[in-house]
């Protein structure tokens, strides 16, 4: 495992990333799902580190979920598949999260600023939303974080600068006292652009383990 030395004495803000930090997620699930709904390259269609304009387009909320849907039915060559069929297979990716992660993020945000920053999409949103509902009878994740950003919300998605540069701004963040934690190297890569420290989340490392190994409580 790559060990990334972070100075955390000298940190006061924590940004998370959501998928595979917080919530798991499976990309080859999405990937498998989409191919039985007829939508061939797959990889290049959907991906970790590549995929689609759509997915990007969708992500910052500039296309609303009928017209992402009508956009898979284009992909596929199906117009009669159902919305219903097409969130299933989008939605079939996103796994749940492991127990005591929640208590360890109140935690976290007992001693640091904390923060969550989501590329995510309305389907997804939703999606997530009634299993937080469902599972732990929460009302989103805002009672976890100091404040929460997600990008179809903002029109801003990562790894482009000006969503960093936007959460620094209106949260009075100072990057070199902030840890951002992801598990999307390209994201990484933006952050420390701007100064800001960072952590490569890789399966099977978790935050807990991350809390422990660095002595972040």
């Not at 997915?55 to 296309?63: L, Q, R, S, T, V």
């Amino acid at each position: 495992m790559l060990l990334i030395h972070i100075h955390m004495n000298n940190i006061k803000n924590i940004i998370f990333d959501y998928g595979n930090v917080i919530y798991n997620i499976d990309f080859s699930l999405a990937q498998q799902a989409w191919a039985k709904l007829g939508i061939t390259n797959v990889e290049s269609f959907f991906g970790h580190k590549q995929q689609s304009s759509l997915f990007d387009a969708f992500d910052k909320g500039e296309i609303t979920a009928a017209q992402f849907r009508d956009q898979i039915r284009l992909a596929a060559n199906n117009d009669n598949l159902t919305d219903e069929q097409i969130d299933t297979a989008w939605n079939s990716m996103l796994l749940g999260i492991q127990p005591g992660t929640h208590d360890l993020l109140l935690q976290l945000k007992g001693k640091y600023r904390t923060f969550l920053l989501s590329n995510i999409n309305a389907i997804h949103y939703d999606h997530i939303m009634g299993y937080l509902k469902r599972e732990f009878d929460f009302d989103g994740n805002a009672h976890l974080f100091e404040k929460v950003y997600y990008s179809h919300f903002m029109g801003m998605r990562k790894p482009n600068a000006n969503i960093f540069e936007f959460v620094l701004q209106d949260s009075n963040l100072n990057p070199a006292e902030t840890l951002f934690i992801d598990d999307s190297p390209q994201h990484l890569a933006t952050a420390q652009k701007l100064d800001i420290q960072t952590f490569l989340m890789t399966a099977p490392d978790t935050i807990k383990a991350l809390v422990e190994r660095e002595k972040l409580l």
